[in-house]
Structure formats: structure tokens, C-alpha cells
DNA sequence: TGATTCTGATGCAGTCACTGCAATTTGGCG
DNA sequence: CGCCAAATTGCAGTGACTGCATCAGAATCA
């Protein structure tokens, strides 16, 4: 990364918790671009700069999975639960002093609808990265079946997520491999009669 | 479903097909609100007594499963693939007709930022309400393992969504449930070494 | 060091999305 | 025909967002 984009990432930063923290004082409806723009100090137009509009602003710039820990994962030996794993661990560590940032921000999106339309949508561009990776893994494996798959380990991940950065369950890691080992009895719920 | 009720569904569709046909004609940045209220022969002002904003116009009212077809679902007593067959199979009915439109919808939200995220969002809604269908079918299951359920049934059935509105499958219930089937298979990579 | 050049920040002016309110019309119903 | 509730509309105002021209700072090079 060059010097330059830590700097961009960093002036991002600094606007989303800006965004947020006057959101959580007085909702999302009732403050300006030009409030959050002056509380993260810079000018209302270079608000626009980073966000195309308020709402992207409290998403933040968003994360992908770390590249070299995704080369890792595609070339991994193990069982894809395994390998899972450590991608997820690697991933989650970088975001470890933001909990009670992102808790904040999801108890936002769920009073906001606009919010909550932007979070699922980081949800389901998680997926299609995912969908990706999984697919560079598994490469001789039906594309449908790649994004049925990469669905349920979103929705698993998500669930951990959720109850780590809601203060519910401490380790997220170990919150997340809980909810990925359900994944296999859920499907088999499907063919079952009642 | 009261007359008043109908006549405002109707509206609504109008809106909607209005705001369509000109954003597939001229692009979704390159038309107004007055230009869409002014095609579907309302008023400004009434557009946002139907949506709130520019792009909820393309997205529509945003359907439920039929009431019915959700009471069968839930005291079904054949497998869960089976039930969820004919559950799809009354929700999609509703919209045979609309299949040229919903082309163009999904085209659209190809190109817009806005549009893909509200689209993903009007997805995991549908998410939510699968999941809530699952619980009260299923209500001694780990709510975890439900919500991970209804993902992969939606991620299924929206593929098929998409191969039947873009003309690639003619049937969107066999496309459906040949989805569906493929969820099993996939959960079953999550255990296996490669 | 001083000239240059390039990136990012800013101010300004304008357009249009969107809202609240108050008035009017419409359509159903006795 | 007359009444009521729902739907439609106009208007005026706020603020989100854009294009453009300019400006400050930092890196590069002679």
C-alpha cells in the first residue's frame, strides 16, 4: 500500500467514526454532511471526496479479505472447514479494536432502513468474494453449488459477527466455527420429513 | 385485500414500469423524479407518497409469499423440499407475467450502485422472511441453523430468479428445484479434504 | 535550494432529491 | 345528492450531491 492510500484509508476512517459517534448522539436523520464533515475536520466537500452520499459514510471503507491469507486459503490442504478458519482468524484480527464501533453501527442499521439496505449489501459483496475464493478452490466445482455454499458461510460468519461485536460471545473465531459447523445439519433438514 | 388497497397497488406498478422504461431508455442518473411522476401521470409530489426515494421507484412494492401458501408451507407435511416446492412454485406465479420487466430490473442493477444494493437488501429481506417461515415450521431447531437454512434456500432460488428473468431457463421451477437440490452436495465440501 | 509538478483539499454555485403542510379532489357509500 | 376518508396536489423550504476552478502541500528533479 502505497504512502498515499494509508493516508486516504486513514482521513476514511477518520469521517466514519465521526459519522457514527454523531449518529449514535442524535440519529442518523438528524445531523448534516456538513456536521460530520466539520467533527472529522475536514470540508464539506471533501466529504464527497470519500462518500458518495451521508449513508456510505458510516459503512466506512470497506475490508476484503487480506490477500495473502486468501492465497493461503486457496492453495490450503486441510479440510475447507480448516482452512476456513484460519482465513476468518486473519481477517477478524485487523478489526479487533473496532468492536464497540461496529456494535454501534449495527444496532444504526437496524433502526435505519437506508442502513440497513447499505449492510446487507457489504453482506451479500462478502459473498461474492467469498463465492470467488471458493471457486479458485474448488475450480472443477458447479458454480451454483460455489454460491449456495458461500451464502450459508456468510450467513454463519455474519451470525458470529453479530453476537461478538453485540458484546454476546467473547472470541469471535471460536463464535464463527460454531455456527460454520451447523451448516451441514441445516442442509440435511431439507430432505427430512417432520 | 380492500379496493383502496388495490387501487393502490396499481399506482404503484404504474410508477414503477414508468420508471423502468426511461431508466433502461435514458439511464437511471440521467432522469428525474419529475420525469418518472410526469410519465406515470402523477404529480411530483404523490411519486414520494409511494417511494421514498429515486430508486425504491424501480425496485416496486416489494412482494411477500402469499398468506396462504405460507400457512400450507408451515403445517406441511411432506419433506421440506417437497412443501417448499409448492410454496415457490404459488409466489412465482404471481409474477409470470412480469418476467420482461424483472429482466430489465436485474440488467439495471447491474450498472447501479444503488440499485445492487437495494437489491441485496430486498434479498436478505426475503431472507428474513424465509427464515421466519423455516421457525415456525421447524420450532425446536437452533434459530442459528435456520437463518444459515433460509440463506442457502434464498441464494438458491434467487439463481434461479436470475437464469428465468434473463431467458437463460424457461421453467423457473424445475430451475428452482434443481437449485435447491445442489444444497446438500455443497454443505457436504465444507468436511471433505481436497 | 529552488523550480515544477502532481495529488488532494477547498470554495462556490447550481441542480435536484426529498419533506411538511395545507388545500383540493376523488371515489365509495348511505 | 351529500358525506367521509383516502388520495392527490402545489408550494415552499432544506439539504444532499456535482462540476469546476483554484489552492496548499508534498514529492521530484535540475
Redesign the interface.
Known amino acids: 500500500m502505497s504512502s498515499s492510500s494509508i493516508r486516504r484509508y486513514h482521513t476514511a476512517k477518520k469521517i466514519q467514526s465521526a459519522a457514527i459517534a454523531l449518529a449514535v448522539k442524535n440519529g442518523l436523520n438528524n445531523i448534516t454532511t456538513e456536521a460530520i464533515a466539520c467533527a472529522a475536520g475536514v470540508s464539506a466537500r471533501t466529504f464527497f471526496n470519500y462518500y458518495p452520499y451521508k449513508e456510505a459514510a458510516l459503512m466506512g471503507p470497506q475490508p476484503d479479505y487480506p490477500e495473502d491469507a486468501a492465497e493461503l486459503f486457496i492453495n490450503g ?5 480448516a482452512d ?1 478458519r484460519e482465513l476468518i482468524s486473519v481477517h477478524i484480527s485487523r478489526f479487533l479494536h473496532e468492536r464497540e464501533m461496529l456494535g454501534h453501527l449495527l444496532k444504526l442499521s437496524e433502526t435505519d432502513p437506508k442502513l ?3 449492510r ?2 457489504a ?3 462478502r459473498r461474492g468474494k467469498m463465492a470467488g475464493l471458493l471457486q479458485r ?2 475450480p472443477d ?2 458454480p ?9 458461510i ?3 460468519t455474519n ?1 458470529a459477527t453479530q453476537s461478538w461485536a453485540l458484546g454476546v460471545s467473547e472470541d469471535f473465531v471460536e463464535a464463527a466455527m460454531e ?2 459447523s ?13
Chains 1, 2 share one sequence.
Do not use: W
Open positions: 490442504t486441510g479440510s475447507l472447514l476456513l440497513t439496505a447499505l446487507n449489501n453482506v451479500l459483496a478452490r474448488l466445482t458447479d451454483r453449488m460455489i454460491d449456495i455454499l458461500a451464502s450459508a456468510i450467513a454463519a451470525n455456527n460454520l451447523l451448516i451441514l445439519p441445516a442442509a440435511r433438514l431439507l430432505e427430512e420429513d417432520d
